[in-house]
C-alpha cells in the first residue's frame, strides 16, 4: 500500500466525509468546552468526548490489526517520559522551552478561536457556506503557520 494514488484518493474521500459530518452535526472541539465551561451546555462537549474515544479506539483498532507501524510511540509521554516527539517542530532537549513553546501555541490557537466563534475546522465549515469573518480566519491561520513554525524553530535553538 505503497501507492500515492492510493492514499491520495484515501485522503481525499476520509477529508470529504469527514467535512460532510462536521458540517452536519456542528462539531467544534473549542465551541464545546467554551458552552460547557459558561454555560454547563453540554450538546458540543458530546462530540469532543466522542472525538476523543472515537481516536483511542481507532487508534488501537488499526494498531491491533497491523495497520499503524510504530504503535509502542502511543502514547508518547509513557514511552518517551515527557520528551519532545522527534519529528517536532520543537527542535530542543530542553523540556521547559518544548512546554512552553507548546502551551503559548495552545493558548494562541485557543483564543483566537474563541474570538471567531469556533475552532479551525468549524471555521473551515463556515468558510465553505460563505461566512466572510471564517475566511480571514483560515487566511490568517495559513499566512501565520509557517511563521509560528519559524519562530518555535529559533526558539528550540537556544
Not at 49 to 61: E, H, Q
Not at 91 to 102: F, M, R, V
Not at 107 to 112: C, E, R, T
Not at 115 to 126: F, K, T
Request: glycine fraction near 14%; aromatic fraction near 16%; proline fraction near 3%.
Amino acid at each position: 500500500m505503497e501507492s500515492v494514488w492510493f492514499w491520495s484518493l484515501t485522503t481525499l474521500v476520509v477529508g470529504l466525509i469527514v467535512g460532510y459530518l462536521a458540517q452536519k452535526s456542528g462539531f467544534c472541539s473549542i465551541g464545546g468546552w467554551r458552552d460547557f465551561i459558561l454555560f454547563r451546555d453540554t450538546h458540543l462537549i458530546k462530540g469532543v468526548v466522542g472525538f476523543i474515544i472515537g481516536g483511542v479506539v481507532g487508534f488501537s483498532l488499526l494498531a491491533l490489526l497491523g495497520a499503524i507501524y510504530y504503535p509502542s510511540q502511543f502514547p508518547w509521554t509513557y514511552f518517551n517520559g515527557l520528551k519532545t516527539i522527534s519529528g517536532s517542530l520543537v527542535k530542543t532537549n530542553n523540556l521547559t522551552t518544548a512546554w512552553i513553546t507548546a502551551i503559548i501555541g495552545g493558548i494562541g490557537v485557543g483564543f483566537f478561536s474563541v474570538l471567531s466563534g469556533g475552532c479551525p475546522l468549524r471555521n473551515a465549515v463556515m468558510a465553505s457556506e460563505g461566512n466572510k469573518s471564517s475566511i480571514w480566519y483560515l487566511i490568517g491561520f495559513a499566512l501565520m503557520a509557517p511563521i509560528a513554525v519559524y519562530v518555535f524553530y529559533l526558539i528550540g535553538t537556544i
